[in-house]
């Protein structure tokens, strides 16, 4: 079986912030992990994944994850928080053999100005 | 490029009423194709998954059903609506195994 988990409900952070969303999964095998966003009444949308090879992933909007396979974390991260980076965020996790996506619970990013 | 569309946007019925969503992904052929509920505006559950035209697997026991009639098209249905299936139901496509998906703008249930 294969799980993820989002430690945090909300994180919030000052904009030109540093922001760090936090996720740690569990998978029998290798895992694949992936990022996406949620604007309010709108579907997500995919930000970056890990699938093999360098564990600093960078993605879209200036975000990118770090790949932990020792503490199986895979967290969020931007140098610079700006207000429209304020979402909904989920982690997702499957293995090489399956169909399905395992999503988190969500975390929800407040930045202020 | 593919895209993918669900509709309608929202939707409001009455308890005990059918239900049919449906969606459609353009621009590519024979993807997996998923329903996810969410409830509360928070976590995402797998409602439906399939792999081929005929092909349903279904996650979660519940009042709802799946089918795929063409390869690139995906319904939600229910013969009697309950108050617990309002939400917003998303619909999603990938390819192969592991999937990276692709969602639709998704359809707010609102059961009354």
């Known amino acids: 079986a294969q799980s993820v988990a989002q430690p945090e409900d909300q994180v919030n952070v000052a904009e030109g912030n540093p922001l760090t969303v936090k996720c740690t999964y569990s998978v029998s095998g290798n895992p694949y992990l992936f990022w996406y966003v949620q604007y309010p009444n709108r579907g997500l949308q995919f930000l970056l994944k890990y699938i093999t090879g360098d564990n600093l992933v960078k993605g879209s909007y200036g975000f990118e994850a770090e790949f932990n396979k020792s503490q199986t974390s895979f967290h969020l991260k931007k140098p610079s928080a700006l207000v429209s980076d304020s979402a909904l965020y989920f982690c997702a996790v499957t293995d090489m053999d399956d169909y399905k996506l395992s999503f988190g619970a969500g975390t929800t990013v407040t930045v202020r100005a | 490029s593919q895209t993918i569309h669900q509709w309608p946007a929202t939707l409001v019925q009455p308890v005990g009423s059918p239900l049919s969503l449906e969606c459609t992904v353009e621009?590519?052929?024979?993807?997996?194709l998923y329903w996810y509920r969410q409830a509360a505006g928070r976590g995402l559950q797998l409602l439906f998954y399939s792999v081929g035209i005929g092909q349903i697997s279904s996650e979660v026991p519940q009042n709802l059903s799946a089918s795929r009639p063409q390869d690139r098209q995906f319904i939600l249905s229910s013969k009697k609506l309950l108050l617990s299936d309002s939400g917003f139901y998303l619909c999603?496509?990938?390819?192969?195994?592991?999937?990276?998906?692709?969602f639709g703008q998704g359809t707010r249930l609102t059961v009354v």
């Open positions: 621009g590519t052929s024979n993807p997996n």
């Open positions: 999603a496509w990938g390819f192969g195994a592991p999937p990276e998906a692709f």
